[in-house]
């Protein structure tokens, strides 16, 4: 059985980005998620010099954790500070 890693990119207004990454933490989601079972990492990252840009590293330890993940509190609360916040996203999902 493989790891899963997933990319999850985000596109729009910097303020929008970090203001997302913010409340997400501020709010105990982000520790929530690194707690659940078969998360081996959920991290945002944001380049220096990539206004606008930000990606979520998420491994975890196979599909049917993250398949879990997203059926969760904290995914739909995600969701909805996406939306707020009118971001695009994509994703790429690997097995590692």
């Known amino acids: 059985m493989a790891e899963i890693m997933e990319q ?3 596109y729009g207004e910097e303020a929008g980005i970090r203001e997302l ?3 997400y933490t501020a709010s ?3 520790e929530l998620v690194r707690k659940e079972d078969g998360c081996i990492q959920f991290e945002f990252y944001c380049g220096a ?3 606008g840009k ?4 998420e491994r975890w330890r196979d599909d049917a954790a993250l398949d879990a993940h997203h059926s969760t509190a904290m995914m739909e609360n995600l969701l909805s500070l996406i939306k707020i916040h009118h971001l695009q996203i994509s994703a790429v999902k690997f097995e590692v």
């Open 49 to 51: 010099n990539n206004s």
């Open 28 to 30: 105990g989601d982000l």
């Open 54 to 57: 930000a990606v979520l590293l």
């Open 21 to 23: 990454i913010h409340t």
């Open 8 to 10: 999850v990119y985000f």
